[in-house]
Structures are given as C-alpha cells and as structure tokens.
C-alpha cells in the first residue's frame, strides 16, 4: 500500500530545461518535504510546506521552487536544470503534533541533468 | 535538535541479532529517539521510535538508557534484505513540521 507516490523513478534532462517533480500522499497529512540525496553529503532539506499554499524554504532552496495548491500533492520546480542539480530527490509528509508514525518518504526520483 | 553519533558501518551474520548503537548525549527531555533504514536506492523507511521506555514493533526492539544518551536498535533475527544504512534521529515531540536532518548513519551489512 503505497502512502508517498512520486510520479517518477529516473528522469533525465536536459541543461536549461524547466523540470517538474511531483509527489502525492493519501494520508491526510499536513506537512510535505522535499529532499536531494548526494552521496557523502546525506539527506538535505530543499523545501517543506505546513499547510496548502504555504511554503518553507530548507537548508538549501536555490535553483529550486514548490507549489502545493491541494493538501495531497508537492510539487518541486526546477527552474533551469543545471548539472549540479543531478540527484536524488525524496519526497516526505508528516503530520503535525502527532509524532506517532514520523515521516513517510516515497521511493525517490533520480534525476539526471546532462 | 540534538546531534547524533553512530558508527559508520557494521557487519552481522544472517540469522544473529543484529544490535546497532547510537550516541545522542544532547538530547533534551522533549526530544524522541527515531529510527529509520534506507535499503538502496530507496527512500528512507520509519523503523520504530521512544522517549525513554524501551519499545517493540515488528520490525526491531529499542532500548534507551535511563540517562537518554544513548539507545540501540536491535533486530532480532537479520536476513539479507536487512542489509541498509540505518539512522538514528532525535526530534522534538510535536516536530511534525521540522525537517529531518540525517547524519550518515551506519552501513548495516548481513553475511550469509
């Protein structure tokens, strides 16, 4: 039973191109992340949003924008793809005050910029 | 949130339990300790949390000092398709909107 669906599992694109990233949760839950994953570096925050149409920029957002006009679904825009956004990204929900079950993340999306 | 140590990797024979350490010498009264494992090239799986009581799921066992400055996941019995990196996490209760920040973890490996 899949909770945190990202809409692909490897992309590659093109320098330049604008690159759409989507993730769906069907678990009701307020907040949703998005992360990249680079090897020796770990996890990294890019952005997260608390409620609908509200957003957070992480530990690194440059390059990097987010949409979340429904409280299902997480988008990350990559305005102008470059090489160094070739990566791993994972997205995550969570909700508020409850910690019970922590952070659901989908399978991840490897992008490759070329 | 509190900083976490753990040791970078680890080997267990197939069958054995496997037993995997965590410092979080800064954790605050309010913070919980979270596991969670990412088998290759997928995302991060939540394991089994705790405050301060050990804990139990089907998935693994955790014990947590009495002081809180450490805890180990045990899983009782590995197979192969336990073979992951495994991190520990410490994050405030009500967190629910803060970013997970992961450390590098430990490689987990199981020998047949």
């Known amino acids: 039973d899949v909770k945190v669906t990202q809409s692909s599992r490897y992309l590659v694109k093109r320098t330049g191109e604008k690159v759409f990233l989507e993730c769906v949760q069907d678990m009701d839950h307020e907040n949703m992340f998005w992360y990249r994953q680079d090897p020796g570096l770990g996890l990294r925050l890019i952005y997260f949003s608390y409620d609908v149409k509200m957003k957070e920029k992480g530990d690194i957002p440059e390059g990097y924008s987010v949409s979340r006009e429904k409280k299902e679904r997480f988008s990350l825009i990559l305005e102008s793809a470059s090489t160094n956004q070739t990566s791993m990204y994972l997205c995550?929900?969570?909700?508020?005050?409850?910690?019970?079950?922590?952070?659901?993340f989908g399978s991840g999306t490897r992008l490759t910029v070329v | 949130d509190a900083k976490t140590t753990q040791p970078p990797s680890m080997d267990c024979a197939e069958g054995r339990a496997a037993n995997l350490p965590c410092n979080h010498s800064?954790?605050?009264?309010?913070?919980?300790v979270y596991w969670y494992r990412q088998i290759h090239s997928q995302g991060p799986q939540y394991i089994i949390h705790?405050?301060?009581n050990n804990e139990t799921n089907e998935m693994a066992s955790l014990i947590i000092t009495e002081d809180r400055k450490s805890s180990t996941l045990i899983l009782p019995h590995a197979t192969l398709r336990d073979t992951a990196v495994y991190y520990c996490?410490?994050?405030?209760?009500?967190?629910?909107?803060?970013?997970?920040?992961f450390g590098k973890g430990t490689h987990l490996i199981i020998q047949p």
């Open positions: 996490i410490v994050l405030k209760s009500g967190g629910g909107a803060d970013g997970l920040t």
């Open positions: 705790g405050l301060k």
């Open positions: 995550a929900s969570s909700l508020s005050g409850e910690m019970s079950y922590g952070y659901t």
């Open positions: 800064t954790i605050s009264g309010n913070e919980y």
